[in-house]
């Protein structure tokens, strides 16, 4: 009932897992959160394919201790039957012998009426004929042997004949519950079967459900990567846009600025023409003047000291001097200075252990053609003359038990305690085994956690 529950448990997780994995991104972008999540969702269905496997390969394991006990049962069974034919055999013996010694009194009580004496008369008459009294104690001595020695040999048959009797309904009793033990462990090996079937399926379910969302992992790391390529595309152009537009904005900027400059340039240049013009009119405005009153001084006075005075009273012209500057250019700025164990063993077993990788696992195998777990072990370690029980939870108490976290190449490595699963590591992380129904002999990742127990078997 228990095993029932279970996998309708697992069963139900692995449905609610499916339904929770549906592809909700389709119509909107993924998140990390859901990639992360999808993560975890893979991570649960890893974990539950984990719980099958450990399971089925308990379920395994009770099925080859199954088939070693309803091996033991046939053995013991047919050392049964063989005491109780042995037994049948003295029994029979034993009544011919009670026969034959009632057949011959019977036949001596028969003559003795036939002659009209009874037997204590003969024996009576036989005491009484004697010659003397020696002879007589001689033969009252020999018939109380006769009588007692009858008497001894009736009881001792028949007690022999109760005593084998009692003996061969014993051995029925113990062969009706040998064969009733025989009937409940087959029911036992067929419900664990069954159960391992049951589990088989939903570990197949779960293998499907993990592929599922492994694939919808794919699809939304996918989606996120174009998505963020997308985002980084548009990023991009975007700065490129602006880089440009600022670009284009700093030149309609220079530009604007060397038409000001230009503009306040020719302003200037205008301003300093229309001075000098304005200058060049004044000064000729003063020289008409000057000579108009020359003129009329010399209409006055007489020409030539006119003249003379007027030469020397004309207006001197100004003289205008541009102002100078000196601009003081900066001096160079000097560059800075740039400064610039048993390995032999252990290599024969895991080399002959790797020539069996891919043989199938089968139930209670123990040769090339088929191994489980235990046979597996059992059989490479005959190559380097070490010989192993026949079952994992025996073999977990040969050699020096070490903990699983010190493992070296050659060491045998047990999951439960007992023991219903053994590999053996082969170092670099890694160990061999024979894993499961439906599976072959291979290599698989060791991790110390997960494993109850280890052995040191190579020395």
């Not at 007692?148 to 005593?163: G, P, V, Y």
């Not at 794919?218 to 174009?226: E, M």
């Not at 975007?238 to 309609?252: T, V």
């Not at 405005?285 to 007027?310: F, L």
């Amino acid at each position: 009932m228990k095993r029932k529950t279970l996998i309708y448990t697992l069963s139900v997780a692995l449905l609610t897992t499916i339904v929770q994995a549906t592809p909700t991104f389709a119509s909107r972008p993924v998140t990390q959160g859901q990639i992360n999540e999808t993560k975890g969702q893979i991570n649960e269905t890893e974990g539950q394919i984990e719980e099958l496997e450990t399971k089925i390969q308990q379920l395994d394991n009770r099925i080859i201790i199954g088939m070693e006990k309803s091996k033991q049962l046939n053995d013991d069974i047919k050392a049964q039957q063989g005491q109780m034919e042995d037994t049948k055999a003295e029994i029979e013996s034993a009544r011919k012998d009670l026969e034959t010694n009632k057949d011959y009194y019977s036949s001596r009580l028969r003559s003795m009426q036939a002659q009209g004496k009874q037997s204590i008369i003969t024996y009576a008459e036989f005491i009484i004929s004697s010659k003397d009294f020696s002879q007589l104690l001689t033969r009252s001595t020999a018939v109380m042997q006769i009588l007692e020695s009858n008497t001894d040999i009736m009881q001792a048959l028949a007690k022999k004949e109760e005593t084998l009797n009692a003996a061969e309904q014993k051995l029925e009793n113990e062969l009706t519950q040998l064969k009733k033990s025989q009937a409940e462990l087959a029911s036992e090996q067929k419900q664990v079967e069954a159960d391992k079937v049951e589990l088989n399926q939903v570990l197949s379910n779960s293998k499907s459900a993990l592929k599922q969302k492994q694939t919808e992992l794919a699809k939304q790391q996918t989606q996120k990567n174009a998505q963020d390529k997308a985002r980084q595309e548009a990023q991009e152009k975007a700065q490129q846009e602006a880089q440009e537009k600022a670009q284009q904005e700093a030149q309609e900027k220079a530009q604007q600025q060397a038409q000001e400059k230009a503009q306040q340039q020719a302003q200037e240049k205008a301003q300093q023409q229309a001075q000098e013009e304005a200058q060049q009119q004044a000064q000729e405005e003063v020289r008409q003047q000057a000579q108009e009153e020359a003129q009329q001084q010399a209409q006055e006075e007489v020409r030539q000291q006119a003249s003379e005075e007027v030469q020397q009273e004309a207006p001197k012209r100004p003289r205008q001097q541009a102002p100078q500057s000196s601009v003081k250019s900066p001096s160079a700025s000097s560059s800075p200075t740039i400064q610039a164990t048993n390995s032999d063993k252990a290599n024969t077993l895991i080399a002959a252990a790797k020539q069996y990788l891919g043989v199938p696992y089968v139930w209670g195998g123990s040769s090339p053609s088929g191994f489980d777990c235990s046979g597996f072990t059992q059989y490479v370690y005959r190559y380097v003359g070490i010989s192993l029980p026949r079952v994992s939870r025996d073999q977990q108490d040969v050699g020096t038990r070490i903990s699983p976290d010190d493992v070296q190449k050659g060491d045998l490595v047990f999951r439960g305690n007992p023991a219903y699963h053994v590999g053996i590591y082969i170092g670099g992380g890694k160990y061999i085994h024979a894993p499961q129904t439906g599976d072959v002999v291979k290599i698989s990742t060791y991790n110390p956690a997960k494993f109850t127990t280890a052995s040191r078997v190579l020395h």
